[in-house]
């Protein structure tokens, strides 16, 4: 018996997932962390000297996550990325930034305790984020995906963080150039813990840069992907004239 065009065609398409949406794109640019297994290096910056950084195994979005406590001693703390998301980060230009927060108090000081990307040049990027859901455990986690480019709403060197609070005051809007040059040479990026006037947690999970594939590496994946259709229809239809198995 000849196999059904169903069959054929089914293994045609799980190929083609795993290319346009597996590993090959993958490799155009992914950098991480899941916390599935340690806190992977983070640490929290600015911190008041009681606050703490604790890691779960279960409990994110899902496996493990780190999770901020806060002594509210009046510091503004903050989750502090790794060394392996610092450094020259160019090829993340026009891609994306994602993480997941979990908080369990209403976000009262968002505004001041916004995104932040340091740049080696002294400058800065800045973005207040919406406020995460409030939860107790088990967590509510909140989704962000922040475009590395200038329709994402960054301030370019919006002021300093005072301990207390950043101050956005007196940046401007950031262009194409102006993010290019702090992802040029990142030296710092802070993602915002302290977002209550008071006492809270606040959980991290699933971090991550990515760039975009070239051009090129979409057009060699869809040519490919139109070829192994192709290639299959003529298989189904010789095996069906043939009446043999493919």
Same mark, same amino acid.
């Given at each position: 018996?000849? &196999? ?5 065609? $089914?293994? =045609? ?6 290319? !346009? ?6 490799? =155009? ?21 009681? /606050?703490? !950084? ?12 780190? !999770? ?21 980060? /160019? ?39 919406? =406020?995460? =859901? ?8 909140? /989704? ?7 329709? $994402? ?19 401007? %809007? ?13 030296? $710092? ?13 606040? *959980? ?5 840069? %990515? ?10 994946? $869809?040519?490919? %992907? ?6 299959? @229809? @003529?298989?189904?239809?010789? /095996? &069906?004239?043939? *009446?043999?198995?493919?």
């Amino acid at each position: 018996m000849f &196999k059904s065009a169903p069959s054929i065609y $089914a293994r =045609a398409i799980g190929v083609i997932v795993l290319l !346009l949406g597996g590993g090959t794109v993958a490799s =155009a640019g992914v950098v991480v962390s899941n916390f599935n297994s340690t806190a992977e290096s983070w640490t929290l910056g600015d911190s008041d000297p009681s /606050s703490s !950084l604790t890691y779960f195994a279960t409990g994110g979005n899902p496996g493990g996550y780190i !999770l901020f406590t806060d002594a509210a001693q009046g510091n503004n703390d903050v989750f502090s990325a790794p060394a392996k998301f610092l450094g020259n980060d /160019s090829s993340f230009m026009g891609g994306t930034m994602s993480f997941d927060l979990a908080h369990n108090e209403p976000a009262d000081d968002i505004t001041i305790s916004p995104l932040v990307i340091f740049g080696g040049t002294g400058d800065t990027l800045s973005l207040i984020i919406a =406020a995460p =859901a409030t939860s107790s455990n088990p967590y509510t986690w909140t /989704s962000y995906n922040i475009g590395l480019n200038s329709s $994402a709403g960054f301030v370019f060197d919006g002021g300093t963080n005072s301990g207390s609070g950043f101050n956005l005051s007196g940046g401007t %809007a950031a262009t194409p150039g102006d993010i290019s040059v702090v992802l040029g040479n990142v030296t $710092a990026i802070y993602v915002p813990a302290d977002m209550h006037n008071g006492t809270e947690v606040t *959980g991290l999970d699933n971090f991550a840069l %990515a760039s975009v594939p070239e051009p090129s590496t979409w057009g060699v994946l $869809a040519g490919g %992907a139109v070829a192994l259709l192709a290639f299959c @229809r @003529r298989r189904f239809s010789n /095996s &069906k004239q043939g *009446g043999l198995g493919a």
